[in-house]
């Protein structure tokens, strides 16, 4: 079961919206941080992901395990959030 999700954006990125699309279809909650707004943030992103590009998807787990998803990336992001 998923406990958090939290999607790592920017405002010109163009996946993003489509992993918010995916996860609202989906039914699933989720908390945004958007990078343009929030530059305080990006070493956060880039410490978890190790990618300077978003979306990144941290979704954690009600073990508090977390998985990592990188850009608009449904072989992973799917299993992450199932």
Not at 21 to 44: F, I, M, S, T, W
Not at 45 to 66: E, F, M, N, R
């Amino acid at each position: 079961m998923v406990k958090n999700i939290t999607i790592f954006t920017t405002t010109t990125c163009a996946y993003c919206p489509m992993v918010k699309r995916y996860l609202g279809a989906k039914g699933l909650a989720y908390d945004e941080v958007n990078l343009d707004q929030h530059p305080e943030r990006q070493q956060e992103a880039l410490a978890i992901s190790g990618a300077l590009t978003v979306p990144v998807t941290v979704v954690t787990k009600h073990d508090d395990t977390k998985e990592v998803v990188v850009g608009y990336n449904l072989a992973k992001l799917a299993p992450a959030v199932a």
